[in-house]
């Protein structure tokens, strides 16, 4: 059974580069995490195998990003020598594990998920969903339960994928004895993190709508960027008043600005408010926003940007900074499934009162 250890299990899909959405959304917090001294081991992984479910017909894409976001975690600052970064597919003991948790889950049950039911539709799954796509719930499951993980940061997209993961745990630890741990998730405390809108205005950043600034990307186009986000269509004139809402230059200043960003950039303002107070009375252009968003969004990716150029220069050392993490990931997850198979009743050959109870039983008949 666990003991009172407190374990992070976070991860990301490496079907490209991350951008800054990811950033404020999970990145930044783990990197605070891992290093708060709060936890007792961190675990973060590329979860290549759930990216293939789908993306089968295309493991090139997968294979490719794999080392891209390696590389944003060290820019980011996670730290080999303080969270075991490893890749899901060379851990096979999670495949194990997801089989088992199969029989402890209904096929209603899965339909009844919200986020596999928006992330179907997303994808138009809906008349041919592959299986690993539908059962992604309980992979999670496995990836989360195999390193005892009592804590998992996500956005609250994730919130029934972690409840779902605790109702497995319940019912294998009802049936089979107390084996697993049941996590938490660990929300960002910054609301506006929760989802960063597109540069465009669209709810969600993605590669395919060309809306996301990356972690990766260079001075000029980050700048090039920020000057062609939306704002408010209705703000013309410089005079006319501005609306805040939806406007997406504002939703990052909410999520990127801190005090000593004007003090630095923009002295005319004390603070956000008076920023915001002045737009919406009319009187602010948005070229000066966006001029004042783009020196933070500099000073904020500059060092990143900075360390991923020097990781860049040694390849073989991040795959083998990954290979080691396997190996510490894959001992983990070999020792959870010990146990899941002993309190399963199916670890036979390292059960000697098994073999000697059977030998008795067949000697008197």
Known sequence: MADNKKIILTGDRPTGKLHIGHYVGSLKRRVELQNSGLYDKTFVFIADAQALTDNIDNPEKVRQNVVEVALDYLACGLDPSKSTIFIQSQIPELCELSFY???LVTVSRLQRNPTVKTEIQMRNFETSIPVG??????????????????????????????EQAREIVRRFNHIYGETLVEPEILLPTNAVCLRLPGTDGKAKMSKSLGNCIYLSDPADVVEKKVKSMY???T?????????????????????????????????????????????????????????????????????????RKEFEKDIPAVYEMLRKGCEVARETASATLDEVRRAMKINYFDDADLIAEQAKRF???
């Open 363 to 365: 000697a008197q008949e």
């Open 235 to 307: 703000h013309i004139k410089v005079s006319d008043p501005g609306k805040l809402e939806g406007n997406t230059v504002f939703t990052y200043l909410d999520a990127f600005s801190r005090p000593e960003h004007f003090e630095r950039y923009l002295p005319d303002y004390p603070n956000l408010d008076e920023l915001k107070a002045h737009y919406t009375r009319g009187g602010l252009g948005d070229m000066k926003v966006k001029k004042f968003l783009a020196a933070i969004m500099q000073e904020e990716l500059g060092p990143i940007r900075e360390r």
């Open 101 to 103: 948790y199969m029989d």
């Open 133 to 162: 796509f539908f059962t992604y719930p309980i992979s999670q499951a496995a990836d989360i339960t195999a390193f005892k993980a009592t804590t998992v940061p996500a956005g609250e997209d994730q919130e029934p994928m972690i």
């Open 231 to 233: 704002t408010d269509p």
